[in-house]
């Protein structure tokens, strides 16, 4: 399955903004998870949110939970994430991604992700 993800700019701080994953070549159902990722200049890549592809369990960083919502829409094929309140400390380049593994197992854990979308920068600034 490609990814391309999509949605990113640049917003000032308390401003939502919503990040789409659309996949191409397979379905979204084909991958037992699938995932946001964001990563920061000079950081390692961190999970964000994920989602299981069989139903509708959720996962956060504990940092963001409240804030974000990840949700998927199987039909179109396209996983979304609802970014609402963005701080200066969200700005990064985010990645969606495709785990086959389970999302309690996959976990935010960057090895256990085979697949990824090119990233859509998000700049949050004054």
């Known amino acids: 399955v490609q990814l391309v993800d999509s949605g990113g700019g640049s917003v000032q701080p308390g401003d939502p903004l919503t990040l789409s994953c659309t996949a191409s070549?397979?379905?979204?159902?084909?991958?037992?998870?699938m995932g946001w990722f964001g990563q920061a200049p000079g950081k390692d890549r961190e999970g964000v949110a994920r989602i299981l592809t069989a139903g509708t369990t959720t996962y956060y960083a504990n940092s963001l939970k409240g804030r974000f919502a990840i949700s998927q829409d199987l039909s179109r094929n396209i996983m979304t994430l609802q970014m609402n309140g963005l701080k200066p400390d969200d700005t990064a380049m985010y990645y969606c991604a495709t785990s086959t593994r389970g999302c309690t197992y996959a976990g935010f854990v960057t090895g256990n992700w085979n697949n990824w979308g090119q990233g859509t920068q998000v700049t949050v600034s004054s």
């Open positions: 070549g397979d379905t979204i159902g084909s991958s037992n998870c």
